[in-house]
């Protein structure tokens, strides 16, 4: 499974690429733990496969998954559930939540220095 950083999913963004980005965590965690563009679904929620391949539409689509932080499991399981049901192109967002903010707080810092 194919692993990502804050800063390889700032460039998918600043790129304009095609891709769905999913919170895996549960939907109350969904409003402290969202990335701006991410959609909220639960690797918990048996339905959990259905709900992205609805969302995408496709199993070819790109998927990135992510949860809390670096310790999480929830995206790691959730990306191997969507693996076993054939879904090609599945990126696994492993510093998630906690990283993207320390990331962006990063850079808002170093931008506010010019």
Do not use: H
């Amino acid at each position: 499974m194919q692993t990502i950083n804050a800063q390889e999913l700032k460039f998918m963004w600043d790129r304009g690429e095609d891709f769905l980005l999913v919170n895996t965590l549960a939907a109350a965690d969904f409003p402290k733990t969202k990335i701006p563009g991410a959609a909220s679904f639960p690797e918990a929620d048996p339905d959990f496969v259905n709900l992205v391949l609805q969302r995408t539409g496709s199993k070819e689509k790109t998927i990135v998954l992510y949860g809390a932080n670096s310790a999480c499991t929830f995206a790691g399981s959730a990306a191997q559930k969507l693996l076993d049901a054939g879904f090609v192109d599945v990126l696994l967002y492993e510093g998630g939540a906690e990283e993207w903010q320390a990331f962006m707080k990063a850079k808002r810092s170093t931008v506010s220095k010019w």
